[in-house]
């Protein structure tokens, strides 16, 4: 009952940024030895240590690669061992940690893991059953394959663009598609691959349970975010038909869309999928006179006065609260949300009942305190899946991983220390210059800010 799923198991994480290091923090939630490569250069050092923040109280402190938020979010769970990978002998340390381990992690371009000798034919030699995933913006083959990438760039490759962005008035004054692609939200990209690289590794741990053989898992981020516009992409393939930008409108639902709500910035969402939700939220707004009306009776003709329709539900949204509609909407059948942001999502009482947000107590030395992280979207009736620690300190594990793991000397990790191979503080650090609150609020960077907090 108490053994996690995957206790027992090493992963070697030489990633970087966001989508490989965000699906080894959830190995190590699922029990897993997560043993992040760091570096002690702050000119080769994983960016979220040191330019992501954001910091405690947003004041970076002298070791501000220690508090990072994003890189603790990203890295929770793990251990850290620096390398130089520039040394030969850095190199030959992490092939050796490579043999005992089960998984590791990447996400370079094929030419820099080959430049290194640790590509999946090389490493292969060194652990003949390893799962190695390998996640780049454009796979291992294609005319592409060498080009780098971002999860904003990613996404006009896999079409996101061509579907998201805004609708505005046309020269009628009625709302019609908009010409400007948007992209998604944060690096949502980087998501979908940590998902999918999770789902690739169990799999081929299960594969390797029942035949012995390793696996090496080449992803390609472009590809999981056409995976993900498939109704877009098959709809031109079936009719030839490109699909419009619609803003917060629906296809063929009708009323759909975002209304603002009592408050500054308070916003609910609502769709309405048939005619009885139609019938039912006339009777709730009071306006039982659109049920008859003809130019409302049939979905797609509500579909062309919706313009007008989203006049009638602002006016009655404006003066209530989101909770309060979405709790009357959904409590008669009719699909409805608030929009939380930050402050309010850690406050809602359904994600405290589900124990999403999990805290986790830093140590003291950090000056983080404790602090609220998000976990998963799922729980297991037979584990206690959790957030085990906070994300580790540059270089914690060294002597745990060349001492006890690999077995080297004691005069040998000394040896390393010395030649600069290892280390426990960021060389070449300098303390990041941040922008007050206050400021970032006038800039227009942040909503607005809650000086209790």
């Known amino acids: 009952m108490n053994r996690l799923p995957l206790e027992g198991v090493r992963v070697v994480d030489i990633s970087r940024v966001f989508a490989m290091p965000y699906c080894g923090a959830y190995l190590a939630d699922l029990g897993a030895e997560v043993i992040k490569i760091d570096t002690h250069y702050s000119a080769f050092v994983d960016t979220t240590r040191t330019l992501n923040g954001p910091y405690p109280n947003n004041e970076p402190t002298e070791d501000y690669w220690e508090t990072a938020g994003t890189f603790q979010t990203l890295n929770r769970g793990k251990r850290s061992l620096t390398l130089d990978l520039r040394s030969e002998k850095g190199l030959e340390t992490l092939k050796e940690l490579v043999a005992i381990s089960d998984i590791f992690l990447e996400n370079f371009t094929p030419r820099v893991m080959r430049r290194f000798g640790l590509d999946y034919p090389n490493l ?21 394959s060498n080009f780098g990438a971002m999860a904003t760039a990613l996404e006009p490759t896999h079409g996101t663009g061509a579907f998201m962005g805004y609708l505005e008035p046309d020269d009628t004054g009625n709302l019609s598609e908009g010409f400007i692609p948007n992209k998604i939200a944060n690096s949502y990209t980087d998501f979908l691959a940590s998902w999918t690289g999770q789902l690739a590794v169990l799999t081929s741990l299960y594969n390797r349970h029942n035949t012995g053989q390793g696996m090496w898992i080449d992803l390609a981020m472009y590809q999981v975010g056409a995976s993900f516009m498939g109704e877009g992409i098959l709809d031109y393939a079936f ?12 296809e063929y639902y009708s009323p759909h869309g975002c209304y603002q709500c009592i408050g500054q910035d308070n916003w609910v ?16 707004i009071g306006e039982k006179e659109l049920i008859d009306n003809e130019q409302y009776h049939d979905p797609m003709v509500r579909y062309k006065f919706q313009d007008r329709i989203d006049e009638i539900i602002n006016a009655w949204t404006y003066s209530r609260s989101s909770n309060q509609i979405m709790i009357l909407l959904q409590e008669n059948g009719i ?15 359904n994600f405290i009942d589900r124990g999403y947000f999990e805290s986790i107590e830093h140590p003291i030395s950090s000056g983080i305190g404790k602090r609220r992280y998000t976990s998963r979207g799922w729980s297991l009736s037979r584990n206690q899946i959790s957030i085990k620690t906070p994300a580790p300190s540059l270089g914690e594990a060294n002597e745990y991983v060349l001492g006890e793991l690999l077995a080297l000397p004691h005069e040998h990790v000394v040896a390393l220390e010395e030649q600069g191979a290892i280390g426990e503080t960021l060389e070449g650090a300098k303390i990041p210059e941040v922008i007050s609150l206050e400021r970032q609020s006038e800039l227009g960077w942040i909503v607005d800010y809650d000086e209790s907090r």
């Open 239 to 250: 009719n030839g038909r490109r699909t419009r930008r619609l803003g917060n409108r629906h």
């Open 124 to 144: 292969k030699q060194v652990k003949p059953d390893l799962i190695m995933v390998s996640n780049t913006g454009y796979g291992h083959s294609g005319p592409w």
């Open 335 to 349: 699909p409805c949300g608030q929009v939380l942001n930050a402050k309010e999502m850690l406050a809602d009482n």
């Open 269 to 284: 969402v609502l769709a309405v999928r048939d005619d009885y939700e139609w019938t039912t939220l006339c009777k709730l």
